[in-house]
């Protein structure tokens, strides 16, 4: 069972995502009304995190921690293996010529991004933390989340930030074609890689949407000109991103998520029913997309 729940309120609108799967079916998948709607082109297998790394694909690599809130995220990261689980998520995954680091780092931003001189998903420590207190924050009721809780939330976050990182380097490496924005087309594939696997990345996948929630309510109170910077940035804004992010994932699987959308019969959805209406079509397209660039590049999946 998969279930999140984070209050956050960017303007009117209520950024409240409560996605619970179906019981899992015994195969790492969350059970569906039409089985046959997740037998996607882009098919996952079970994860499983492997200690020895896959030099010809992605390397995890933890540099020490600069700040005494850099340590802590490095011990974070090294204790809880986020980066060898997605190395060996993405590695069953994808086929990329290796090795490539995935690099946790100090940067003094909240950032993360591909480096195409080094060869390099480089993911700050800032931006870890910057979840962090987002995802320690009490909910609408004044609980605050358990630690694990919180520490969970962060690697899932982490998780769909790489993925999207991954998505400019086989962009880069392949020189892959997009049209519209890349930022976009990456975020894409980050949300095909976590919804069409187990329940634990399809946790992430949540993850990474309340927390570009939290960050859409925490621009509301930036000045002006703040805004238009952002207006101005080749990232969608955050608020755009969670609902970007949240129609593709109810477009994986409508029958699964239907409490995300929003209409008279469920007014606590954070969907607008104007746009889930088009999410299917939306994830197929974005699912037919990815799978046609990748092909020459995607592992094979064992059949369930």
Do not use: W
């Given at each position: 069972m998969v279930h999140r729940n984070r209050p956050y309120a960017p303007a009117a609108v209520a950024i409240t995502l409560v996605l619970a799967t179906a019981c899992s079916s015994g195969q790492g998948e969350p059970?569906?009304?039409?089985?046959?709607?997740?037998?996607?082109a882009?098919?996952?297998?079970?994860?499983?995190?492997?200690?020895?790394?896959?030099?010809?694909?992605?390397?995890?690599?933890?540099?020490?921690?600069?700040?005494?809130?850099?340590?802590?995220?490095?011990?974070?990261?090294?204790?809880?293996?986020?980066?060898?689980?997605i190395a060996a998520y993405a590695n069953s995954r994808v086929e990329v010529p290796g090795p490539i680091g995935i690099v946790a780092t100090n940067c003094d931003e909240e950032n993360a991004n591909w480096d195409s001189f080094r060869r390099q998903i480089r993911f700050c420590y800032e931006f870890a933390t910057k979840a962090r207190e987002l995802?320690?924050?009490?909910?609408?009721?004044?609980h605050k989340p358990a630690a694990k809780e919180v520490d969970d939330s962060v690697a899932g976050f982490t998780n769909g930030i790489v993925f999207h990182?991954?998505?400019?380097?086989?962009?880069?490496?392949?020189?892959?074609?997009?049209?519209?924005?890349?930022?976009?087309?990456?975020?894409?594939?980050?949300?095909l890689l976590l919804a069409t696997s187990d329940d634990k990345h399809i946790g992430y996948a949540i993850d990474t949407i309340n927390a570009w929630g939290g960050f859409a309510a925490a621009d509301e109170a930036k000045d002006s000109g703040q805004r238009l910077d952002q207006y101005a940035d080749e990232h969608s804004l955050n608020a755009q991103r969670f609902f970007n992010w949240a129609c593709w994932l109810y477009g994986s699987d409508p029958a699964a998520y239907e409490s995300v959308v929003r209409n008279d019969s469920n007014p606590d959805g954070v969907l607008p029913s104007s746009r889930?209406?088009?999410?299917?079509?939306?994830?197929?397209?974005?699912?037919k997309a990815w799978a046609t660039l990748l092909k020459p590049y995607l592992k094979p999946q064992p059949v369930k």
């Open positions: 059970a569906s009304a039409d089985p046959g709607s997740r037998r996607l882009v098919q996952a297998a079970p994860s499983t995190a492997s200690s020895t790394a896959d030099e010809q694909g992605l390397v995890p690599v933890i540099e020490p921690g600069m700040t005494p809130q850099n340590k802590k995220e490095e011990q974070f990261f090294t204790r809880a293996k986020v980066l060898d689980d995802f320690q924050q009490p909910d609408d009721k004044g990182e991954l998505g400019h380097a086989v962009i880069d490496i392949y020189d892959l074609p997009t049209t519209g924005k890349e930022e976009d087309a990456v975020d894409q594939l980050s949300v889930a209406g088009n999410c299917e079509t939306e994830f197929q397209k974005i699912s």
